[in-house]
């Protein structure tokens, strides 16, 4: 059984669209990290959140620690947010969704 | 200030050898965790040191192992490479061990091939 689950997998849009990608987990956090990995492998740390909303420009991630779920909303998506989205719930490591490659195009 | 620098970003090595790599975490950081990203699995969790010590270790065979060093860089080393050990090696620092929620950083990676 994963311990993450990331919705979807794969996700492709429109210039323009509201993406949301969703994360269910089932293990004990302490806090959630969204990363987004651009071809060639370097992952950038987009929000760490451990309660409610955060938003960073055109991104906001939200959770909800009781029901263990958590979202990352992307608004006016543009072709440079494409790279893959991954959740990670944190506890006393870090357990890795398996991602959702987004492909934004023009 | 400096990110998370991990070396070298690429290599090539042949069944059986081993190799090591590095990561220095950010200045301040005290953990730095290893990770393996292969197509097939996604990312895995390897190990994490935390003030020279492992805290935390993955489901991993003995061929991999790691340590950390009082100025809290990191090296890990496979040994006996077999083909499957072909993939991304990312690490991440931060200032307390996950868990703690504190923010991590990843390194840029290093590409292993195999042959």
């Known amino acids: 059984k994963n311990e993450v689950e990331q919705s979807p997998q794969n996700l492709t849009a429109q210039e323009g669209e509201f993406i949301t990608i969703n994360c269910s987990y089932s293990?004990?956090?302490?806090?959630l990290h969204w990363l987004q990995q651009h071809p060639g492998g370097g992952i950038v740390s987009l929000f760490m959140?451990?309660?409610g909303k955060k938003k960073h420009g055109r991104l906001i991630a939200t959770i909800n620690i009781q029901e263990k779920h958590s979202s990352l909303h992307i608004t006016a998506s543009h072709p440079r947010d494409s790279a893959v989205y991954i959740c990670v719930p944190t506890g006393n490591q870090f357990y890795f969704g398996t991602g959702t490659s987004l492909t934004v195009i023009p | 200030k400096a990110g998370v620098t991990q070396t070298p970003r690429y290599l090539i090595k042949t069944r059986g050898q081993q190799v090591t790599l590095s990561c220095s975490p950010i200045s301040g950081h005290r953990s730095v965790s290893w990770y393996q990203q292969t197509p097939g699995q996604g990312l895995q969790f390897l190990f994490e040191y935390f003030s020279e010590t492992q805290r935390n270790k993955g489901n991993f065979p003995g061929r991999f192992s790691g340590r950390q060093f009082s100025n809290s860089r990191s090296e890990m080393n496979v040994s006996t490479l077999e083909l499957g050990d072909s993939a991304l090696y990312l690490c991440a620092s931060s200032l307390d061990i996950p868990g703690m929620n504190t923010e991590a950083f990843f390194g840029q990676g290093t590409r292993l091939t195999v042959v």
């Open positions: 959140l451990s309660s």
């Open positions: 293990v004990g956090i302490s806090a």
